[in-house]
């Protein structure tokens, strides 16, 4: 698949070309006093950040010593840091003609190729730089998603949040799960799964009347297909049809008993339904599948309430707040909590949670409307 | 003190067919004789305030013992709009329009003759407030607009005279619901007009991307209410300020009273679009102190904010207190705080049953009755979603939706048959019993409809209606607490959106033969009528000691 390059990638890659350049190491090679002179002008250019006098001086170097490779590399370099990526192409090409080990050249290649956009090629010099980010983004380009997947990770253990390295990974993991469905729905237009593919899309375009059908056509023609229910009863659940929601949660939890969110779904089916008791015992369930779940503590801590046991839901609401302080769920249950304990009479606990709530509003966490 | 009372009774016979069923029967129509379409004019340039009239009243403007119907017209709006803004009202198809009902149940047009043609020409209308400010035994009109409001005084002789600058009441910008209230208890009523935000067609924005689309409110600065104190001389004071009410602004949309804690004085139920809600409490000084976030009547039960609209402020569990429903839009649920006394409120929304009923709806005018008689409060709402193109950004939900009615189950709201599935973009609910037969009838306003009127086909249970009559209090007795067996309703026509219901307080009895009536009136004095005779109209007269 040939992906078209957007400007955002653009700029992207150049923020990491720059992150990764450093300083090169000259190979041992013997250059002439007139050249040493000219590199070290160059050296002293570049540390004060005076790219075109550096270029300058370095194309001095490989003019005196056509053979030093590492000159060539160094005036690629150069030219990068000028943001001119397609004069850096000859420098580094002849410098690996000169020595095709040379694993910088290799790293600055493959950036500038990249960044103009010639991913294929690039790819080849970051397989030889073991450049995994960066490889993993030409692989992005070249459609090669589940390569891409693999390197991106590895990049993203040396450099865990790295946001670039996030949207890539995001965006490959997206494209070959479409790959996957565009497989499967032109082998298999007429099977379960393939209806409940295009269900799941439907699902986000919020055409539920569509989406019911397939996932009803797909439920005929396999009912043990795990999820299957689950995502049904979300349709139902997103269009406040509790009861039917209901009775495919619980259908799922029947398929798959170890399933915590089937469990925590049929609890809040319940729970939408006034059905407290029942909604409580199926979301205890699914706390104890999948334990401090804040969203199965906040409804667990619902149902307690609605069903008279205050100290439960307390208990359910002060676990949620520490397992997590910050967000929406953290400022629904400081507010939850605010008015537990102004019927309780206790007012000063309940001015000090719509504090805690409205602090968190403050800061952006906006509870559902 | 039974022998100092005044009563009327005038029991009728119930002509209609006898429902012994558990939910009652609705007959939907539009009457004979009302030919009233409200014209919202909806542009390509989507002013905002297209789709939010209007209002309907229910009232007995001739004292001729049969409830009348007034709606509330929007206007022509020019596409685009040019300054200075104009809602031209010239054609009878843009006027507000009174319908007096006949002996047969047919209704006559009387606009012109009530003086009431053509007279909001200039401004669009919004809503209705019925109320006897002066005392005189004949209901006055309030007509919101956006622009500026109009104060029809009711000659008592079939006509109205417009009274607005003598009164004081014009107010200005986007007004939407307002209602009469005595505030202070002197015995005058007093008026609350509730405004929606700072907006005009000039600044007007389009919040849609490929498509043109209406803004929600958080695009636009928010405004004050008005409230307006009787100075018993037919002229009114703005004490907006003076009264504490202007510290709070908000995108109000409806409002309804009742004394929440039980301290003699009406308090104010605002209801905020996109935000929180406000609940004013009676400072019983001539002051309010906004206390809805202390109270917990602020927010959704996850402290989300509402897009309320419609209020109603009645006890719908028969606890003595009043509750608060408000309508929202879809993905929020009606909120239902349930008064837990102590001056404070708890959402009910799932143990009501009312959050599974109102997860993809739009609600508007809202009323909580008796609708089958059996003693507990039914539900009904007017819907239909705020966005005349809500498919394009959510195919899940639709502009046109039913109306919805919920019968009351020990607490608990069951869906029932409101007697059609028609969809339509409902607005405004005005609620009171039309053809004087003991069960409550609804009419709705709907954009670029006519009016749709639910007649109440009745059943078998008991029932009796009480017409108050103040002398210390406010004539109608607006701001009273009566209970009648149990039931507890405060009186008022406020409440809804942007409508006024019958003044008349209405109770199912169920199989009760007899009935107990309290009455506390604002006046603070506590009436009690024992045994009264079911099945009847029976006014009552406030003692003078």
């Given at each position: 698949m040939y992906l078209t390059k957007n400007r955002a990638g653009s700029r992207l890659q150049i923020v990491l070309i720059f992150c990764l350049l450093s300083p090169l190491v000259l190979a041992g090679q013997t250059i002439s006093p007139e050249a040493t002179k000219h590199w070290n002008a160059a050296r002293r250019d570049e540390a004060q950040k005076q790219f075109a006098p550096a270029v300058s001086e370095y194309r001095k170097v490989t003019e005196l010593e056509p053979t030093f490779a590492a000159?060539?590399?160094?005036?690629?370099?150069?030219?990068?840091?000028?943001?001119?990526?397609?004069?850096?192409?000859?420098?580094?090409?002849?410098?690996?003609?000169?020595?095709?080990?040379?694993?910088?050249?290799?790293?600055?290649?493959?950036?500038?190729?990249?960044?103009?956009?010639?991913?294929?090629?690039?790819?080849?010099?970051?397989?030889?730089?073991?450049?995994?980010?960066?490889?993993?983004?030409?692989?992005?380009?070249?459609?090669?998603?589940?390569?891409?997947?693999?390197?991106?990770?590895?990049?993203?253990?040396?450099?865990?949040?790295?946001?670039?390295?996030?949207?890539?990974?995001?965006?490959?993991?997206?494209?070959?799960?479409?790959?996957?469905?565009?497989?499967?729905?032109?082998?298999?237009?007429?099977?379960?799964?393939?209806?409940?593919?295009?269900?799941?899309?439907?699902?986000?375009?919020?055409?539920?009347?569509?989406?019911?059908?397939?996932?009803?056509?797909?439920?005929?023609?396999?009912?043990?297909?795990?999820?299957?229910?689950?995502?049904?009863?979300?349709?139902?659940?997103?269009?406040?049809?509790?009861?039917?929601?209901?009775?495919?949660?619980?259908?799922?939890?029947?398929?798959q008993p170890g399933n915590a969110e089937a469990a925590y779904r049929l609890g809040d089916a319940l729970l939408h339904q006034g059905k407290t008791k029942e909604a409580r015992s199926a979301l205890e369930r699914a706390d104890k599948l999948q334990p401090q779940m804040p969203e199965t503590l906040y409804s667990l801590g619902k149902a307690d309430l609605l069903e008279g046991n205050a100290p439960a839901a307390e208990k359910c609401w002060l676990e949620l707040l520490s397992i997590e302080k910050e967000g929406e769920l953290a400022a629904q249950t400081h507010f939850a909590l605010a008015a537990l304990y102004r019927k309780q009479g206790k007012t000063v606990d309940a001015e000090r949670e719509m504090k805690e709530f409205q602090k968190l509003q403050n800061n952006g966490a906006s509870p559902p409307s | 003190m039974l022998d100092r009372l005044l009563q009327i009774v005038c029991v009728l016979l119930l002509l209609a067919p006898v429902n012994t069923g558990g939910a009652p029967q609705f007959e939907v129509h539009t009457p004979r004789g009302i030919d009233f379409t409200l014209q919202n004019s909806p542009t390509a340039k989507k002013y905002l305030i297209e789709t939010m009239p209007g209002g309907v009243a229910l009232l007995d403007y001739n004292n001729d013992g049969l409830l009348d119907i007034f709606v509330v017209n929007g206007g022509r709006i020019s596409d685009p709009m040019t300054v200075p803004e104009n809602f031209d009202r010239h054609n009878p198809r843009y006027w507000n329009r009174l319908y007096r009902q006949n002996k047969d149940g047919s209704f006559t047009d009387v606009t012109e003759q009530a003086g009431l043609a053509n007279v909001s020409d200039g401004n669009y209308g919004m809503g209705v407030a019925v109320g006897d400010y002066d005392n005189d035994g004949y209901p006055d009109l309030f007509v919101t607009n956006y622009g500026k409001n109009i104060l029809y005084h009711n000659n008592g002789d079939g006509t109205f005279t417009d009274v607005t600058a003598k009164a004081g009441v014009a107010g200005g910008g986007w007004s939407v619901s307002a209602g009469f209230f005595d505030y202070d208890n002197d015995g005058k009523l007093d008026l609350f007009v509730t405004r929606y935000m700072e907006w005009d067609t000039q600044h007007s924005k389009d919040c849609g991307g490929s498509f043109h689309t209406y803004c929600?409110?958080?695009?636009?600065?928010?405004?004050?209410?008005?409230?307006?104190?009787?100075?018993?001389?037919?002229?009114?004071?703005?004490?907006?300020?003076?009264?504490?009410?202007?510290?709070?602004?908000?995108?109000?949309?409806?409002?309804?009273?009742?004394d929440y804690d039980g301290?003699?004085?009406?308090?104010?139920?605002?209801?905020?679009?996109?935000?929180?809600?406000?609940?004013?409490?009676?400072?019983?000084?001539?002051?309010?102190?906004?206390?809805?976030?202390?109270?917990?009547?602020?927010?959704?039960?996850?402290?989300?904010?509402?897009?309320?609209?419609?209020?109603?402020?009645?006890?719908?569990?028969?606890?003595?207190?009043?509750?608060?429903?408000?309508?929202?839009?879809?993905?929020?649920?009606?909120?239902?705080?349930?008064?837990?006394?102590?001056?404070?409120?708890?959402?009910?929304?799932?143990?009501t049953g009312?959050?599974?009923?109102?997860?993809?709806?739009?609600?508007?005018?809202?009323?909580?009755?008796?609708f089958d008689n059996d003693g507990q409060k039914d539900l009904f709402v007017a819907q239909g979603h705020v966005l005349d193109n809500v498919e394009k950004i959510d195919p899940s939900l639709h502009y046109l939706e039913p109306v919805l009615l919920a019968m009351n189950r020990g607490g608990r709201f069951e869906p029932a048959d409101p007697g059609t599935a028609a969809l339509m973009a409902a607005r405004g609910a005005a609620f009171g019993d039309l053809n004087n037969d003991g069960s409550i009838d609804v009419v709705i306003t709907v954009l670029g409809s006519p009016p749709q009127v639910f007649m109440n086909r009745g059943g078998g249970a008991h029932w009796l209606t009480l017409t108050l009559r103040g002398t210390r209090s406010n004539r109608d007795g607006l701001g009273a607490r009566v209970q009648v067996n149990g039931q507890t309703r405060f009186a008022t026509t406020a409440g809804s959106y942007e409508s006024a219901s019958d003044k008349r307080l209405h109770f199912g009895l169920g199989s009760a033969k007899t009935a107990k009536v309290d009455i506390f009136w604002p006046s603070g004095i506590h009436q009690v009528l024992n045994a009264v005779t079911v099945d009847q109209f029976l006014e009552v007269r406030e003692p003078e000691r």
């Open positions: 000159g060539f590399v160094s005036l690629g370099q150069a030219v990068m840091e000028q943001h001119d990526f397609a004069s850096a192409v000859a420098p580094l090409k002849h410098a690996l003609e000169l020595d095709s080990t040379l694993v910088p050249a290799h790293q600055l290649l493959g950036y500038a190729l990249l960044a103009q956009g010639y991913a294929v090629e690039a790819i080849q010099h970051l397989e030889r730089a073991h450049e995994q980010g960066a490889l993993g983004i030409a692989q992005v380009q070249t459609g090669q998603f589940a390569d891409a997947i693999t390197n991106l990770q590895a990049a993203l253990q040396k450099r865990p949040n790295d946001p670039d390295l996030l949207y890539y990974l995001g965006r490959a993991s997206g494209l070959l799960s479409k790959q996957s469905i565009d497989t499967l729905l032109a082998a298999y237009p007429d099977s379960a799964r393939a209806s409940q593919a295009m269900a799941e899309n439907y699902f986000v375009l919020r055409q539920m009347p569509e989406d019911e059908k397939l996932y009803q056509q797909a439920l005929q023609q396999r009912p043990d297909i795990p999820n299957l229910h689950l995502e049904l009863g979300q349709v139902f659940a997103a269009t406040s049809r509790w009861p039917q929601a209901e009775e495919q949660f619980r259908a799922e939890s029947k398929i | 929600p409110p958080g695009e636009f600065p928010r405004t004050t209410n008005i409230l307006y104190h009787n100075r018993g001389d037919c002229t009114f004071e703005d004490v907006t300020e003076k009264s504490g009410m202007a510290a709070k602004k908000g995108h109000g949309l409806g409002v309804a009273f009742a301290d003699g004085f009406t308090d104010v139920y605002v209801s905020n679009d996109g935000m929180q809600q406000y609940l004013f409490h009676n400072g019983g000084n001539g002051t309010f102190t906004e206390v809805g976030m202390e109270a917990g009547a602020a927010l959704n039960v996850d402290g989300g904010p509402l897009s309320g609209m419609g209020v109603v402020f009645q006890d719908y569990d028969n606890d003595g207190l009043p509750d608060v429903i408000v309508t929202t839009l879809p993905r929020q649920t009606y909120a239902v705080f349930h008064n837990d006394g102590n001056g404070s409120f708890s959402d009910r929304g799932l143990q009312i959050t599974m009923l109102s997860g993809v709806t739009s609600g508007w005018g809202v009323g909580l009755e008796d």
